[in-house]
Nanobody, 126 residues
Framework: QVQLEESGGGLVQAGGSLRLSCTAS????????MCWFRQAPGKEREFAAA????????RYVDSVKGRFTISRDNAKNTVYLQMNSLKPEDTAVYYC???????????????????WGQGTQVTVSS
């Protein structure tokens, strides 16, 4: 079992920045990939970013490339999502998820994930 807890959301103006954090329980954090998903009002949950167990491999959805950076600190069991140049369309609840079946980020369908945080709201005003 893995328990995940996100923090760092909030209200920011367009063009601003936020950093989300997700802390995991357990002693095998570095053995699996971690992902960030997001869900906007009235829309399905979608993949945003993912990172391998070591942090050496990252993946992004096209809409956030060049603006968001995913990273992790395995000593702290924490994964981060640095979000810069935020846009109103980035407004969503952001969730972290653990892919305990894979060291590398290979799965981008939220239906395949069993371990989720509670989510943190990000609101970008225009």
């Amino acid at each position: 079992q893995v328990q995940l807890e996100e923090s760092g959301g909030g209200l920011v103006q367009a063009g601003g920045s936020l950093r989300l954090s997700c802390t995991a329980s357990g002693r095998t954090f570095s053995n699996y990939a971690m992902c960030w998903f997001r869900q906007a009002p009235g829309k399905e949950r979608e993949f945003a970013a993912a990172i391998s167990g070591s942090g050496g491999t990252t993946r992004y959805v096209d809409s956030v490339k060049g603006r968001f950076t995913i990273s992790r600190d395995n000593a702290k069991n924490t994964v981060y999502l640095q979000m810069n140049s935020l846009k109103p369309e980035d407004t969503a609840v952001y969730y972290c998820a653990a892919d305990r079946s894979s060291y590398y980020p290979t799965r981008y369908d939220p239906k395949l994930y069993d371990y989720w945080g509670q989510g943190t709201q990000v609101t970008v005003s225009s």
